[in-house]
């Protein structure tokens, strides 16, 4: 990975001191948080990290902002951090991250900071209790070097804040995502899911379901109803372009039957799920289910 010059200094020193104080207690996870992406964002852009959204603002300062990181501590730190958040815009950077950023700081979302990558149940666990996980690697060089599928730490880092965004953004689709994930945890306890994920490749794809897919509940519907076709037609020895047998379909169907079961939707409801199933879904039918699948994800909470 190319560094600007004064870039491995402040990576090493500076993440390795802020995050030394919030293993202390002495920073909360928002804090520390939002410290991280500053430094990093100062580590790779320098002076062109940030940019003033208006012309009455200060010029973002490198030396400064370094400086009042080190200076301030408790609700003096926290705000400091959200104005900072609010008042510029980041290089590289989609504006979900500062959004994300200030509703954590705010106490408004329920964002959890870990230097461990969690397993996609723990992550499918989290999810269901209205959380959602923030990795954030703090040791030099392992930052550096890729993660998953990212370039480095940073970037992953800025994921898991992307997906936050996703996930707490819009109360309707929070809503439907944590009663989604219920049923697919409850299913999973049931046993509804075994045999499939004893095939890799659909376990993969459920793993990128539960743990990296935050969306419409009806999306998310198509996507599992995907991949158990897929699953399926492996089992039968098909390429991916060819169709189910009638056992197959019958299949697919009954899997899906099951959450519908989970969910306990009325009839028209069951109606719409039903064309889900059959790869017959229209636009009413899928505004059908999400109502429905919203009315009653209290059942799982």
């Given at each position: 990975?190319?560094?600007?010059?004064?870039a491995?200094?402040?990576?090493?020193?500076?993440?390795?001191?802020?995050?030394?104080?919030?293993?202390?207690?002495?920073?909360?996870?928002?804090?520390?948080?939002a410290?991280?992406?500053?430094?990093?964002?100062i580590?790779?852009?320098?002076?062109?990290?940030?940019?003033?959204?208006?012309?009455?603002?200060?010029?973002?300062g490198?030396?400064?902002?370094?400086a009042?990181?080190?200076?301030?501590?408790?609700?003096?730190?926290?705000?400091?951090?959200?104005?900072?958040?609010?008042?510029?815009?980041?290089?590289?950077?989609?504006?979900?991250?500062?959004?994300a950023?200030?509703?954590?700081?705010?106490?408004?979302?329920?964002?959890?900071?870990?230097?461990?990558?969690?397993?996609?149940?723990?992550?499918?666990?989290?999810q269901?209790?209205?959380?959602?996980?923030?990795t954030m690697?703090?040791?030099?060089?392992?930052?550096?070097?890729?993660?998953?599928?990212?370039?480095?730490?940073?970037?992953?880092?800025?994921?898991?804040?992307?997906?936050?965004y996703k996930?707490?953004?819009?109360?309707?689709?929070?809503?439907?995502?944590?009663?989604?994930?219920?049923?697919?945890?409850?299913?999973?306890?049931?046993?509804?899911?075994?045999?499939?994920?004893?095939?890799?490749?659909?376990?993969?794809?459920?793993?990128?379901?539960?743990?990296?897919?935050n969306?419409?509940?009806?999306?998310?519907?198509?996507?599992?109803?995907?991949?158990?076709?897929?699953?399926?037609?492996?089992?039968?020895?098909?390429?991916?372009?060819?169709?189910?047998?009638?056992?197959?379909?019958a299949?697919?169907?009954?899997?899906?039957?099951?959450?519908?079961?989970?969910?306990?939707?009325?009839?028209?409801?069951?109606?719409?799920?039903?064309?889900?199933?059959?790869?017959?879904?229209?636009?009413?039918?899928?505004?059908?289910?999400?109502?429905?699948?919203?009315?009653?994800?209290?059942?799982?909470?």
């Amino acid at each position: 990975m190319n560094l600007p010059s004064l870039a491995p200094g402040l990576l090493r020193d500076r993440i390795g001191g802020w995050t030394a104080r919030w293993r202390q207690g002495a920073l909360a996870d928002a804090q520390c948080a939002a410290g991280y992406f500053l430094i990093w964002q100062i580590a790779l852009h320098g002076s062109r990290f940030a940019s003033r959204r208006s012309r009455f603002d200060a010029r973002p300062g490198l030396e400064d902002w370094l400086a009042q990181l080190e200076g301030l501590a408790g609700e003096n730190l926290s705000a400091a951090l959200d104005d900072r958040l609010l008042r510029y815009q980041f290089r590289c950077v989609t504006p979900a991250v500062p959004v994300a950023l200030r509703a954590w700081l705010q106490g408004r979302w329920a964002l959890r900071l870990t230097e461990r990558i969690p397993a996609p149940r723990d992550v499918l666990a989290m999810q269901v209790g209205g959380e959602r996980p923030v990795t954030m690697l703090a040791e030099y060089p392992r930052m550096l070097g890729p993660v998953l599928s990212k370039a480095n730490g940073f970037d992953f880092f800025l994921h898991d804040l992307e997906h936050a965004y996703k996930f707490f953004g819009d109360p309707l689709m929070h809503a439907g995502q944590r009663g989604f994930f219920a049923a697919i945890s409850a299913a999973l306890d049931r046993g509804c899911f075994a045999d499939c994920l004893a095939d890799a490749e659909f376990s993969a794809r459920f793993d990128y379901l539960v743990s990296d897919m935050n969306t419409h509940i009806v999306h998310s519907l198509q996507y599992l109803r995907a991949i158990l076709i897929e699953r399926q037609l492996r089992q039968e020895g098909k390429r991916m372009d060819e169709h189910l047998s009638g056992t197959g379909r019958a299949s697919v169907s009954e899997r899906l039957a099951a959450l519908a079961e989970l969910w306990h939707l009325p009839p028209a409801a069951r109606s719409a799920w039903i064309a889900l199933a059959d790869g017959g879904l229209t636009a009413a039918d899928a505004a059908e289910v999400e109502q429905a699948m919203l009315a009653g994800a209290g059942n799982f909470l």
